[in-house]
């Protein structure tokens, strides 16, 4: 039973890219804004981007203009992609609803690590 999957991360060197997907089941997808959150070691856990049902987006000031946010209502998927990536967006990256409380349970993330 698909809740939310995350995939796509790996090890990229410093201006690298990588595109990010989280498959998500229906009930949460059609009916929540979407975004990706990511946390680094030591760190709490943060909201990177979001994307309403409409398509309206919004980022976190460090990645503006370099990640961009997307949805595919049809495959209830959501999309992540990051580029010009540096050492400091490594963390391990985590899809979940947004501006409202993130659903029980988190998924597994997808790791990126950003090395040279």
């Known amino acids: 039973q698909v809740q939310l999957v995350e995939s796509g991360g790996g090890l990229v060197q410093p201006g690298g890219s990588l595109r990010l997907s989280c498959e998500a089941s229906?009930?949460?997808?059609?009916?929540?804004?979407m975004g990706w959150y990511r946390q680094a070691p030591g760190k709490q856990r943060e909201l990177v981007a979001a994307?309403?049902?409409?398509?309206?987006?919004n980022y976190a000031d460090s990645v503006k203009g370099r990640f961009s946010i997307s949805r595919d209502t049809a495959k209830n998927t959501l999309y992540l992609q990051m580029n010009s990536l540096k050492p400091e967006n490594t963390a391990v990256y985590y899809c979940?609803?947004?501006?409202?409380?993130?659903?029980?349970?988190w998924g597994q993330g997808t790791q990126v690590t950003v090395s040279s």
């Open positions: 979940n609803v947004a501006g409202r409380r993130p659903i029980p349970p």
């Open positions: 229906r009930s949460i997808f059609s009916t929540n804004a």
């Open positions: 994307i309403t049902r409409g398509g309206s987006t």
